[in-house]
C-alpha cells in the first residue's frame, strides 16, 4: 500500500534551518510529481513546492521562493524540503503529498511533520 511518511521537523530559531523529509513506499516513487503543502495553526492548508518527474523543475510558492529548497531522491524514494531562514510565519504542520495532476489534484498524504520557529 501506498505510503508517505514525513521526518525531521522540530523547534528552531528564527533565521534557522532545517530538513525535512518523506520516505514514500508501495509505489513507483520515479513517477510521480511531489508536493509540500503545510497548515499553520488556526489556518487552512498552503502549497509550498512542488517537483516533478522529468527533468527535476521545481516550484515554489512566493511566500518561500529562495529560501526553501525542494529536492528528490529517487533511488531511495525520498521526498526532501531544506528550509533557509525560518521565519514565526513559517511555523506549521507539512506533509509531503502524491499530485496526479490539474483535474485530479492530490492522492496520497503523509501525517505531517510539526515545524515551529520560536525564540
Known amino acids: 500500500q501506498v505510503q508517505l511518511v514525513e521526518s525531521g521537523g522540530g523547534l528552531v530559531q528564527p533565521g534557522g534551518s532545517l530538513r525535512v523529509s518523506c520516505a514514500a513506499s508501495?509505489?513507483?516513487?520515479?513517477?510521480?510529481?511531489m508536493n509540500w503543502v503545510r497548515q499553520a495553526p488556526g489556518k487552512g492548508l498552503e502549497w509550498v513546492s512542488a517537483?516533478?518527474?522529468?527533468?527535476?523543475?521545481?516550484y515554489y510558492a512566493d511566500s518561500v521562493k529562495g529560501r526553501f529548497t525542494i529536492s528528490r531522491d529517487n533511488a531511495k524514494k525520498t521526498l526532501y524540503l531544506q528550509m533557509n531562514s525560518l521565519k514565526p510565519e513559517d511555523t506549521a504542520l507539512y506533509y509531503c503529498?502524491?499530485?496526479?495532476?490539474?483535474?485530479?489534484?492530490?492522492?496520497?498524504w503523509g501525517q505531517g511533520t510539526q515545524v515551529t520557529v520560536s525564540s
Open positions: 508501495g509505489f513507483t516513487f520515479s513517477s510521480y510529481y
Open positions: 503529498a502524491r499530485y496526479l495532476g490539474y483535474y485530479s489534484g492530490y492522492d496520497y
Open positions: 517537483i516533478n518527474t522529468d527533468d527535476g523543475s521545481t
